[in-house]
């Protein structure tokens, strides 16, 4: 007698590369997967701590596929369908990490994203299915902290997901240099520009400048390196972090937000220089 296989017996490889785009169409391997995944005790190892996670995603099979796995690694998801929604729900529950597809019903991801930033520091992982849409998200006006091109597996979403909580975690306590507490960490003072890392602002002329969270690191970790020539790589690896999967254009798209508000003349800077060859130094 003839037995047809359920389709997850016909896959041979880890489901945790197949490409979840791929996943997305094909339903019944879809279902498949997740039985398969309902058995495994290995994605449960790493304990999340509760850490709450929004998903912005209208494609309910995705989603649910990305919160069912984020579940079982201990971590409280819930899903919007859509960027009215999602700017609701991010307001209301501040989760601790927001997975933002750009292609949503109304308003897009990156306008969510904007205006997320604008109230925010919550780390934002971008979703997209189109390459030329990279320079966007990375750039200073949207403000994602990192982003993943469809189709992705789910072994590098969880990945990312976990490297970028980490990172926000680390942001969040005090600098291990300090003994103090953290307001009484000393200020910066260079000439008319003052950082205070304390409060996380900068001021020029005693007037506050508004800085993105990224712009503010990044010009922190000048200060603190007064004099040096730093390479792009150097300055993306300690100011985005060793799992960043951004170029280093990243860096040079920060440094031109931040002359425009550090600069006299952004065009002809001489608080933070361009070291031919190296990348850049900032001389006070
Ligand atoms: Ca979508």
Request: charged share 30%; aromatic share 6%; hydrophobic share 40%.
């Amino acid at each position: 007698m003839a037995r047809t296989a359920p389709a997850h017996e016909s896959i041979a490889h880890n489901p945790l590369d197949e490409p979840l785009d791929i996943v997305r169409h094909h339903k019944t391997v879809y279902n498949g997967i997740v039985s398969m995944y309902k058995g495994s005790e290995r994605l449960t190892k790493d304990l999340a701590m509760g850490e709450k996670i929004l998903i912005v995603e209208d494609e309910p099979t995705l989603s649910e596929t990305l919160a069912y796995n984020l579940q079982k690694q201990g971590y409280e998801v819930s899903i919007s369908p859509d960027g009215w929604d999602a700017i609701k729900k991010a307001r209301e529950q501040s989760p601790d990490l927001i997975i933002l597809d750009i292609m949503l019903p109304g308003i897009d991801g990156l306008e969510v994203c904007k205006i997320i930033r604008r109230e925010s520091n919550v780390p934002i992982l971008m979703l997209t299915a189109r390459a030329d849409e990279i320079d966007k998200i990375v750039g200073l006006e949207v403000g994602a902290d990192d982003y993943m091109t469809k189709p992705f597996s789910l072994r590098e979403f969880l990945a990312r997901v976990r490297a970028l909580l980490r990172r926000a975690r680390l942001m969040q306590q005090p600098s291990g240099s300090t003994q103090s507490s953290g307001s009484d960490e000393e200020k910066f003072v260079l000439g008319d520009l003052v950082v205070d890392p304390a409060r996380h602002s900068a001021f020029i002329k005693g007037q506050e400048i508004y800085l993105k969270p990224k712009e503010f690191d990044l010009l922190l970790y000048f200060v603190k390196h007064k004099g040096i020539a730093l390479s792009r790589d150097k300055i993306l690896q300690q100011v985005w972090g060793w799992d960043y999967a951004g170029g280093t254009r990243t860096v040079d798209v920060h440094v031109r937000g931040l002359r425009e508000k550090i600069e006299d003349d952004p065009r002809h800077p001489v608080r933070l220089v361009t070291v031919r060859g190296v990348g850049y130094r900032f001389e006070g």
